[in-house]
Every structure is written in C-alpha cells, then in structure tokens.
C-alpha cells in the first residue's frame, strides 16, 4: 500500500512521526510509524528522513506499507474478566469497563473484548471474519456500558440488519461540561472527517459527510455540568461526542473533543438497548446503572 502527501500549512513544523500518525488512518500507534521511518519506507523528497524530523509547507512525503503489517495475526484466548449481563443460545449482552478496547488491531492484538470473548465462549459469529468474532457494533475504548455480541451467524445477520435500519434503540448517558439551557433538544448536524488528525471528526455542512441525529434530555443540572440522556438516531463515529461540542457542552474527560482533564473519565455510558431478538422475534430492552460517579455532585 502506498500514500503520497504533499505538506500543507496546518501541518508545517510537525514532527514526520506525528505527521505521518495524524494523516494515515488505521495506523495502530506512532510507535509503528516510527518502525516504518527507520526501515527507510518513508521519503521525504525522494530521500530517507528521521523521526524528529519537522515537516515543511510542500514537502512531498511517500510510504509505503505492507498491508499484511496492518492486519491483527494469530488471535489468542485470554481469561478476562468479563460482566456477563445477559446470555442465551444466540446473543450475548457485556456490560463493558471503560479501557477495554472491542477488537485488535495491528499493535493491539491482545487485551481485548475479542480475546475475553474467545477465551469463554465456544461459539461466536464469524461473519466480519476471524478478527471479529461476535462483533456486530463498537463502543469506544474509553465509553463503558451495554454492547450486544451474536454466537451465530444467523443472528449477527439479522442484528446487523436491524443497526442499518435504525431500528435499535440506544440510550447512552453522559456528564457535560457547563449548564444546558433547554430540557430537551435535537442535534441535526452531519459529520464528515477531520482534514488534520486521521481519528477525528467533525460538523460538516449539509451535503457533505454523513448525516448524524442526535436527541437528548436533560436529567439533572448540577453546579458546572449537566447529566444527559442521549438518544443517536444514526451510528456515525464519536458522533455522541461531535454532537455535545457542536452543542457547547462537551462530554467531560474527553481527550479528543474536549478537556480530559475535565473528569476522571470520559464520562459516556451506553446505559440500554433495545431490539428485536434475532431469533424469537420478541422485542427485548437491556438497562444498566448509571455509573456512581457520573452522579456525584463536583
């Protein structure tokens, strides 16, 4: 695989590693970038570069990558712990800790919910392959709460098709920064990529992006922040996150959208989800607590 870049202004002065981290998406860590720099597939105008080196406004930057490097190998059971909230012959539902990323990539092919999911359970779907066994959607690292995984393929199929659908309801709970004026509102902006940093994104203009809804209610106002209710009408990347800044009330402790230091965490919770079982066709919702902290008063 090859990428070609030519420097624009926004992103003079950086470091190659950072440069190269920012623009690459799907790159696993700087640390892989910088393997990439000292095997000399990196050119800067046509010539090696090192790691510190700062990029300038024109300079063109080739690298090449071998695809295999990207994909997660040899997959291994892990005994970790794992809060089983629901389980039957077709779906599994895990209340998932914060930290605990859903599937491996390349540079993190260990310690994740995949690895737990295959040291305890025998049957998993294989219909997104053997990287992603079970997984039918994603939670972000650092977002704790309900996720729904499928043991056959039968049922990931027909989950799957009810994510495309909209027809899942999700309600996640978050703490924001500052006092929402209005008891309950529509967030009806689209999302589009960041032209900086690879894993961001942004509020595009209509036409543009993907189209991203969000709703949300207050429940309760605190001193400096206000706890959410947040309903996604659409599944876009950190689009919950996008949404509250877009908004002016950030999610506390969001490094990449707000201030992470704002909170011990970030402090989103995929609290219930509601579908139509795979298999029985009965609707069936899951509720978990709210996390003690997102209560606290601070």
Do not use: W
Request: charged share 25%; hydrophobic share 40%; with cysteine.
């Amino acid at each position: 695989m090859k990428h070609h870049f030519i420097v624009e202004e926004a992103h003079k002065d950086l470091r190659l590693d950072v440069y190269l981290t920012h623009m690459i998406e799907n790159i696993p860590s700087r640390t892989f970038v910088k393997k990439l720099i000292d095997s000399k597939t990196v050119m800067v105008n046509g010539k090696p570069a090192k790691t510190k080196y700062k990029v300038l406004i024109g300079d063109k930057i080739d690298v090449t990558i071998d695809q295999a490097s990207l994909e997660p190998q040899d997959l291994v059971a892990e005994k970790i712990a794992l809060d089983v909230f629901y389980e039957d012959p077709d779906i599994i539902i895990i209340n998932k800790p914060i930290g605990l990323t859903v599937h491996p990539a390349a540079g993190n092919q260990s310690g994740t919910l995949v690895n737990a999911l295959l040291g305890r359970f025998e049957e998993l779907s294989d219909i997104n392959g053997d990287v992603r066994p079970g997984i039918i959607h994603r939670l972000d690292r650092d977002t704790s709460g309900l996720i729904v995984v499928a043991k056959t393929n039968v049922a990931h199929a027909r989950l799957a098709r009810q994510f495309e659908k909209h027809t899942v309801i999700k309600r996640y709970v978050a703490r924001v920064q500052g006092i929402i004026q209005y008891d309950q509102g529509v967030v009806d902006v689209n999302i589009g990529r960041h032209p900086k940093y690879h894993d961001q994104r942004r509020v595009v203009e209509k036409g543009e992006g993907k189209e991203a809804v969000s709703l949300y209610q207050v429940l309760k106002r605190f001193k400096k922040s206000t706890l959410v209710a947040l309903f996604p009408q659409t599944g876009r990347t950190h689009q919950l996150r996008i949404h509250m800044k877009h908004l002016g009330h950030p999610i506390l402790g969001d490094e990449k959208y707000g201030r992470r230091e704002s909170f011990s965490r970030l402090a989103l919770h995929a609290q219930s989800i509601a579908f139509e079982h795979p298999i029985t066709k009965q609707s069936i919702e899951f509720s978990c607590p709210v996390p003690a902290e997102f209560l606290q008063e601070n």
